[in-house]
């Protein structure tokens, strides 16, 4: 940049060339920048980094700086649409590198914007390849890491084929990062439920089969006590059964749980002692004599 270039503090013979020489069409680009040229009005050219001449006869004229350094561009986009229909928002970063003289056709529009708005142009090819890429992959596959990187690269591919035209390239190892994905609020509560529950299922078997019926019931207790759950027309039975069927990891514990109150055989009645024989000769009528 202009300001980062002090005359002072370079040689002899370039402060001589920049001090006395500026009648004959020398300047300095420092490094990293491009000096643009015009000729009579019209863009010629961009020249630099480094000690530059300019012919001021044939009215050529300075122009802007254009830096050809890496440049970030950093940006969040929102209702990005994935394959499962859900919308979610993504904070992407990338890494830019902008040289007008791979694009001469574009340059003399792109050299008089400041390099804010250069970026900008790029956002609007970086949202299309995001729109593009992400349509491929479920929200949940997203979240991953290992195809995370897939998605970075796909991203980056089709934004390096779309800004070429323009000047612009995707730096490498850098190029398009994924910083944030923010899934919607319902599934966000659904992966929570699910991280819960698999913990419950982890603790479940320190529990005691008493104890892990026990808090089964209260569960469905919480569920029925929670907003809309009087609603429901379902009994008391029928809900912890479907709450035991929902977490099948439970059923080896339930089924091998003992009774509370176990049920004991009633006692029965002892038997009335067998009646004895009737004999004959105790029919007989006794003699009165």
């Given amino acids: 940049m202009k300001d980062s270039f002090n005359p002072r503090r370079q040689p002899l013979l370039l402060r001589f060339l920049l001090g006395v020489g500026q009648w004959a069409g020398f300047a300095f680009v420092p490094a990293g920048n491009m000096q643009v040229i015009y000729r009579m009005g019209l863009y010629k050219g961009v020249k630099g980094p480094g000690l530059i001449r300019y012919d001021s006869f044939l009215s050529e004229k300075l122009g802007p700086l254009v830096f050809i350094g890496m440049e970030t561009l950093e940006h969040t986009f929102s209702n990005l649409i994935t394959r ?32 804010g708005q250069r970026l900008d142009v790029v956002k609007g090819f970086l949202h299309s390849a995001l729109l593009a890429v992400v349509n491929r992959y479920t929200a949940e596959q997203l979240t991953q890491y290992t195809l995370r990187t897939r998605v970075q690269h796909e991203v980056s591919g089709l934004l390096a084929a779309d800004v ?92 091998q749980a003992p009774l509370p109150h176990p049920i004991e055989p009633s006692p029965t009645e002892p038997e009335a002692p067998p009646a004895p024989k009737d004999d004959a000769k105790t029919r007989l009528p006794k003699s009165r004599l």
């Fill in 84 to 115: 499962d229909n859900l919308t979610i928002t993504l904070n992407v970063s990338a890494a830019l590198r902008y040289d007008p003289n791979d694009a001469p056709a574009r340059a003399p529009q792109l050299t008089r914007l400041p390099q």
């Fill in 164 to 255: 070429r035209f323009l000047g612009f390239t995707v730096i490498e190892p850098e190029r398009v990062r994924v910083l944030d994905v923010k899934l919607p609020e319902r599934i966000t509560e659904r992966h929570e439920l699910n991280a819960q529950r698999r913990l419950n299922v982890l603790a479940s078997s320190e529990f005691m089969p008493d104890e892990l019926r026990r808090a089964l019931i209260i569960e469905v207790l919480e569920k029925i006590g929670a907003p809309g759950g009087g609603k429901t027309q379902l009994s008391f039975g029928d809900a912890l059964q479907s709450v035991l069927l929902d977490n099948k990891a439970y059923t080896r514990y339930i089924e």
